[in-house]
C-alpha cells in the first residue's frame, strides 16, 4: 500500500496496516501529523489557554483567587513568553519524534510531493513507488478568497498566523468560525486591536443561533470588533504600510495585517488523480470515472478530503465508499 499524506488519517492508516504485518510506504512533503500539532489545533489551544489565563488573572479578586490585584506586564513581553510556550507545544515545528515513531510501526517514510502517474505507480519526485492499494488523505489547506487587491497587503492563513512569532498592533480577521473565533480571542487577550469579518448573519454558522449570538456578546466583551453580514470587496495598501479593507455598504477598516480563516479546501490538485480515472469535486467528493478496460474494482480511498468539517476527528473516522 501506498499512503499520499502524513497527517491524521494518512498516520492512522498507515501504521494500522503496518502493525498488521502489512507493506506500506507513507509519502509526505511537509511534516508527519499534518497541520493539527505544528500550526492548527495544538498552537491555537495554546494561545487560547495563555489569553484566558491572562485574562483570569486580571480578574483573580473577583474570582475569589487573590485577596489583592497582581501587576501583570505589558501586553508585548507577555505575549512573547506565550509564543516560546506556544512553540513548546507545538514541538518548534519539528516532526522528528513523530517521524520515528511511524518507522518503528515498520512504515517506509518517504519525504516527498507524490503524483499518480498511473495505475499502481506513483512518482515522488523522480522516485518510481509501485502499490496494489493507494490512500489519499492529503487533508485540506487554507482556502484563499479571491478578493481584489489581497496580495497587495499583509495577509496570513491561519495557519501562518499560529507560526508567526510577532504581534501586530491591530488585525483582521476573515470568517467568523471557530478558527477565527479563536484567534480573535487569542490576539485580543494580549491587546491586539481585533476586528472580526463574517459574511453570514451569526458566528460560528454551523451553531444554534441563540449560541452564536452569546458567543458574539462574549466576544464584545473583549473588545472585539464584530461584522456580520459583512463581505470586504477590496483590500488596498496605504502609504504607510497599512491594510486598507472596503466593505460591502460603503464602510472601511484600516488595519496592520489581515488573517484568511474562510475555511480549507481539499489539497487534492497535483495528485495525478486523473490517471486512474478519478475526479475529485472542489468540495472533496469522490467521483469515480472508471476506466471503461478496467474489470476490478478501485483500490483507492480519500479518508480526510471528503466534505464536511475537515477537523482531525473526521479524518481519522472516514471510511472510504466504493
Not at 77 to 98: E, F, N
Not at 153 to 164: F, G, M, N, R, Y
Request: glycine share 14%.
Amino acid at each position: 500500500m501506498v499512503v499520499l499524506g502524513a497527517g491524521s488519517a494518512g498516520e492512522w492508516v498507515a501504521g494500522g496496516v503496518a502493525d498488521a504485518g502489512g507493506s506500506v510506504a507513507l509519502v509526505e512533503a511537509s511534516r508527519v501529523g499534518g497541520e493539527c500539532p505544528y500550526a492548527s489545533c495544538i498552537p491555537s489551544k495554546g494561545m487560547l489557554r495563555s489569553a484566558h489565563v491572562r485574562e483570569d488573572a486580571r480578574r483573580l479578586v473577583e474570582l475569589g483567587g487573590a485577596s489583592a490585584a497582581v501587576a501583570l506586564d505589558e501586553d508585548e513581553p507577555a505575549y512573547r513568553a506565550a509564543v516560546r510556550r506556544r512553540d513548546v507545544l507545538s514541538s518548534h515545528r519539528d516532526d522528528a519524534d513523530a517521524a520515528r515513531g511511524i518507522k518503528r510501526r515498520g512504515v517506509t517514510l518517504i519525504r516527498g510531493t507524490g503524483r499518480i502517474t498511473g495505475p499502481g505507480v506513483v512518482d515522488v519526485d523522480g522516485r518510481q513507488v509501485g502499490y496494489h492499494d493507494l490512500v489519499v488523505a492529503t487533508g485540506s489547506r487554507p482556502a484563499i478568497p479571491p478578493i481584489k487587491g489581497l496580495d497587495k497587503v499583509a495577509a496570513w492563513t491561519s495557519d501562518q498566523a499560529l507560526s508567526a512569532p510577532g504581534r501586530p498592533a491591530s488585525l483582521m480577521i476573515l470568517g467568523g468560525g471557530a478558527v477565527g473565533c479563536e484567534l480573535a480571542q487569542a490576539y485580543a487577550g494580549f491587546g491586539v486591536a481585533a476586528t472580526l469579518v463574517e459574511a453570514a448573519t451569526q458566528l460560528v454558522s454551523g451553531e444554534d443561533a441563540a449560541i452564536a449570538a452569546e458567543l458574539a456578546t462574549m466576544l464584545r466583551g473583549r473588545n472585539i470588533d464584530i461584522r456580520l453580514g459583512t463581505e470586504v470587496q477590496a483590500l488596498e495598501a496605504t502609504a504607510d504600510g497599512q491594510a486598507r479593507a472596503l466593505l460591502d455598504g460603503g464602510s472601511v477598516i484600516e488595519t496592520e495585517q489581515v488573517i484568511l480563516a474562510v475555511g480549507r479546501t481539499p489539497a487534492t490538485a497535483g495528485l495525478g488523480l486523473d490517471a486512474i480515472g478519478i475526479t475529485p469535486a472542489d468540495t472533496g467528493a469522490r467521483r469515480w470515472m472508471r476506466d471503461a478496460t478496467s474489470k476490478a474494482r478501485p483500490t483507492c480511498g480519500l479518508p480526510g478530503t471528503s466534505p464536511g468539517p475537515r477537523r482531525t476527528p473526521m479524518a481519522r473516522t472516514t471510511r472510504p465508499r466504493w
